[in-house]
């Protein structure tokens, strides 16, 4: 019970960091390192959020799948918008946003806290998106 | 000899305290250090058609032999030290890899370039151009990267070129580890095994574009099904067995007491159900994505997951279908344009007629003696790699274990050239998709041994590596002075990009040239290799007047690197390059010319 917990507050914890870093760098285009803090994420956020959900425990499958999975979710959501009609780079970054919370959230364990955190966490993607339509 | 074995282990064990792993570590420094000054002081310009080699100094030999030392060192420590070796793969990664991005003005390969063009017309203009270009109708890597790009505000650069192709094959590590650890628990074949898919993979597909990307969706997927989507370890059936005897028989090695199908090797535990259902829809997802992204990749992907399933080395066959339908409903639904335009000549070639670097084998025995001497240095290379994983996949059968699903992916790419040509050069590609597992047969050609600490084992390890590696710069390297890009040859370009107007036609006398790359959304391109080697410049003009709109201009780019490559690909000899460059000069006004570049106009004759 006790590494559940730690490992949900954690979660949460990083949820919580990384909305808030990320919406930082869309917003303010002169954010030192802001690139590589986006292409970080475009390259591992997503990948590492499905290997939560999924409890892939494996070191070595974890390594490796953390990337190619994240890319591969990137392409799918852009490729796919762009089809629908919609080249918007920052929509595809909220959807990309969007699936890698959700991915979080739903690899934690019930709590009542989550509620309320989720809508903090999810507010940055939906807020962007807004903007966009 | 058990006895020998342990003495030897024991001894090693304790000469291995903190004291090597650091001096190797400082060896490995020092060699790439050696590596990156040497490199940094040579002139691609003096490079003749044998590439790369044709530079490269005793010096910088020297300072690859020495990683290629500790790396073997390494081999002998017991245990073996993880970071050590993984720090010294991804050094020899980076000098292999990163060789051109040291020693040349601007990143390499106009293919690459190309690609940029693609990415910057998508971001430009908001969609895709099928009709200019087959290559849109499978736009997920394009896409990929105008969005990210875009995203992250680091679109319209080309410098990122020079570092993809180290990166990605870093990142071919991790896939490579799972699956070989899928067949063996011995860390050192192991590893041994991604040292040798790092020194043999020549055909230079990991630049910047869909296949380099699909080669990582590709090993992923494998590395998911091999561990965990496995079936059981089989007895081998009789017939193999007699087989596995006669070979025991010929190499004179003591009979194991059985041969077992895929014997498993380092096993991560089972997974949960949750676990596999998480990797089964990682799986797709990748998968998903090659379909989307490449013509190729996802019919090798399909081959090898069929040939396992046919072998029944997979506990699940439900991924066949689920992979069938996905390439087949992109083909029907989504590659509508390449379909309608290409649908007679499908099972001829996919038509990249573009692709300069990567010609039919057979063609390029022609071209100059240099350029001769490359193909067939390549064509040794890749024999050698294929005798030896031959070897080792014997090796492994007389020691008792027959490596079923490797052997499997190592042979299914084969069965490509069924499918298609590919534009001739098809051979690389098999090349390419076969090597991953290959690899792990030419590492089993070595390892395990009787006595693990011989220092004959460590000297036979640092001679094959040597070769590897020499053979790699040759191979890989072998048309650098095509495939280079000059500073002059950019600046010339970016010129043409600020005089001509959208809707002008850029030509030149090959592909060579970066040109597609700026613009490429606004302009037309052409090329007339025939004309111009073989015909006059009126043929030329002529050629230039009939592909040319109404109303627009043209302009004849002749650029250092379309000469390297009638150097190469067709021996037309200096002398006849400058004779019938003049001729194109006596005929079309000049408009830039630089060290390596002229840049000429064509303007239609009034009335």
């Known amino acids: ?133 | 000899m058990l006895r020998a074995t342990a003495r030897s282990d024991d001894a090693l064990r304790a000469r291995s305290g903190l004291a090597t792993p650091l001096a190797l570590t400082a060896a490995t420094a020092a060699g790439l250090v050696a590596w990156v000054v040497i490199l940094s002081g040579l002139d691609p310009r003096a490079m003749d058609d044998r590439g790369m080699i044709s530079i490269l100094p005793v010096s910088a030999y020297a300072a690859l032999a020495v990683i290629i030392v500790a790396f073997v060192l390494t081999l002998r420590l017991r245990p073996l030290p993880v970071p050590l070796v993984l720090g010294e793969l991804l050094v020899v990664i980076f000098m292999l890899y990163g060789a051109p991005g040291i020693i040349e003005e601007m990143p390499r390969f106009v293919t690459a370039w190309l690609h940029v063009g693609f990415v910057d017309a998508i971001d430009a203009t908001g969609r895709l151009h099928p009709l200019r270009d087959a290559r849109f109708d499978w736009p997920g890597f394009f896409v990929l990267a105008a969005f990210v790009g875009s995203v992250a505000g680091v679109d319209g650069s080309v410098h990122f070129l020079t570092w993809v192709p180290p990166l990605q094959v870093a990142l071919y590590l991790g896939p490579l580890y799972v699956i070989y650890r899928s067949a063996s628990a011995d860390a050192r074949l192991v590893w041994l095994a991604m040292w040798v898919f790092v020194l043999a993979n020549w055909v230079g597909q990991d630049y910047f574009s869909p296949q380099g990307l699909n080669v990582l969706f590709m090993l992923t997927i494998f590395a998911i099904l091999l561990s965990a989507f496995r079936s059981d370890p089989a007895r081998i059936p009789a017939r193999l067995g007699a087989l596995a005897s006669w070979i025991q028989r010929r190499l004179h090695v003591p009979l194991p007491r059985a041969v077992a199908i895929d014997a498993p090797g380092t096993t991560s535990g089972t997974a949960s159900a949750r676990m596999r259902i998480g990797l089964l829809v990682a799986m797709v997802l990748i998968f998903g994505t090659s379909v989307a992204s490449h013509q190729l990749t996802p019919f090798a992907i399909v081959g090898g997951v069929v040939g396992l399933v046919v072998f029944r080395r997979l506990s699940t066959s439900g991924v066949v279908p689920i992979m069938i339908v996905l390439t087949g409903s992109w083909l029907l639904f989504m590659a509508t344009t390449f379909l309608g335009g290409h649908l007679a000549g499908l099972l001829e070639e996919v038509g990249q007629t573009q692709e300069l670097a990567s010609a039919a084998v057979g063609d390029r025995l022609g071209g100059s003696p240099g350029h001769r001497f490359v193909v067939q240095g390549r064509l040794l290379f890749t024999g050698a790699v294929w005798f030896l994983a031959l070897v080792g996949g014997l090796r492994r059968i007389a020691a008792g274990r027959l490596d079923l699903s490797l052997a499997i992916l190592a042979v299914a790419p084969f069965g490509l050239i069924l499918l298609q040509s590919y534009g001739g050069e098809i051979l690389l590609r098999i090349f390419l998709f076969s090597l991953p597992f290959m690899a792990f047969f030419v590492a089993a050609a070595f390892l395990p041994t009787p006595r693990p600490a011989s220092w004959a084992l460590t000297l036979v390890l640092f001679l094959a590596s040597g070769a590897l590696a020499g053979g790699l710069i040759l191979a890989r390297y072998g048309n650098e002075k095509a495939d280079m890009v000059t500073a002059a040859e950019y600046q010339a370009l970016s010129e043409l990009a600020a005089i001509a107007e959208p809707g002008d036609r850029i030509v030149s006398v090959n592909h060579n040239v970066p040109t597609d790359y700026f613009e490429w959304e606004e302009h037309r391109f052409g090329a007339f290799p025939n004309e111009f080697a073989l015909g006059t410049a009126a043929d030329v003009i002529g050629e230039i007047e009939a592909s040319t709109p109404e109303g627009s201009d043209a302009f004849m780019v002749l650029s250092r690197g379309q000469h390297a490559y009638a150097e190469l690909f067709w021996n037309l000899t200096e002398d006849e390059w400058n004779e019938r460059a003049a001729a194109l000069e006596a005929e079309l006004p000049l408009v830039y010319r630089n060290e390596d570049v002229t840049i000429l106009r064509w303007s239609r004759p009034a009335g």
Request: glycine share 4%; charged share 10%; aromatic share 6%.
């Open chain 1, 1 to 133: 019970m006790m590494i559940h917990l730690r490992r949900d507050e954690v979660a949460l914890t990083a949820i919580i960091a990384i909305a808030a870093v990320l919406t930082f760098a869309l917003v303010a285009d002169n954010l030192p390192l802001r690139e590589v803090i986006i292409l970080a994420y475009l390259a591992v956020g997503p990948g590492a959020a499905i290997v939560w959900l999924a409890r892939i425990t494996d070191r070595a499958m974890q390594l490796s799948l953390v990337v190619p999975l994240s890319l591969a979710v990137d392409a799918l959501v852009a490729t796919g918008l762009l089809y629908a009609g919609i080249w918007s780079p920052t929509s595809a970054f909220a959807v990309v946003a969007a699936i890698t919370l959700a991915s979080v959230l739903l690899g934690v364990r019930p709590r009542t806290a989550v509620v309320p955190l989720v809508a903090l966490a999810l507010l940055p993607p939906i807020v962007l998106l807004m903007g966009q339509f």
